[in-house]
């Protein structure tokens, strides 16, 4: 007998008008090697087009990235852009999201406080986020994914 399991679907981009690609490929490409069925939306996303992604391939993740600094700017609204939509996803946010970004504890706040579920800085290895995914979604982690996240 063959179990057929059903691949996770994650909806990632960077958002505004950063065109900074080689993050969201690293993601794609990590993702795509855990099993993740990824959306790739390119750069200079919309908030409207990742709802529109999500909606249209039943995600379970929105996965955002900016590197340009000015993500807290981009990312206003986007909680009740997804919420009007329909959205039911985990969002996660990750990059270099302020500029001169010293206390990152701080941008963490922030971004939590904006509605994302996890918020990762511009050294957060994939494995990290790919474990910290599993968790939110309730699947098992790989024994190598659930010791980046303890470490």
Do not use: K, W
Not at 1 to 12: A, D, E, F, G, Y
Not at 72 to 84: A, R, T
Not at 98 to 107: I, K, L, P, S
């Amino acid at each position: 007998m063959v179990l057929h399991t059903m691949s996770q679907t994650v909806v990632l981009g960077v958002i505004g008008s950063d065109a900074h690609v080689v993050g969201i490929t690293i993601l794609e490409q990590a993702f795509s090697a855990a099993g993740f069925d990824v959306v790739n939306l390119g750069v200079q996303t919309s908030q409207e087009e990742f709802a529109e992604a999500a909606v249209e391939h039943d995600a379970e993740a929105v996965l955002v990235s900016s590197l340009y600094g000015h993500a807290e700017q981009d990312c206003q609204g986007f909680h009740e852009v997804l919420e009007e939509a329909g959205v039911d996803a985990v969002t996660y946010i990750g990059g270099n999201l302020a500029v001169g970004q010293d206390e990152f504890e701080r941008t963490r706040r922030t971004f939590e406080e904006l509605g994302f579920d996890r918020v990762f800085d511009s050294e957060t290895e994939p494995d990290e986020a790919i474990a910290s995914l599993r968790e939110d979604i309730g699947e098992t982690a790989t024994e190598s994914e659930r010791a980046t996240i303890s470490s």
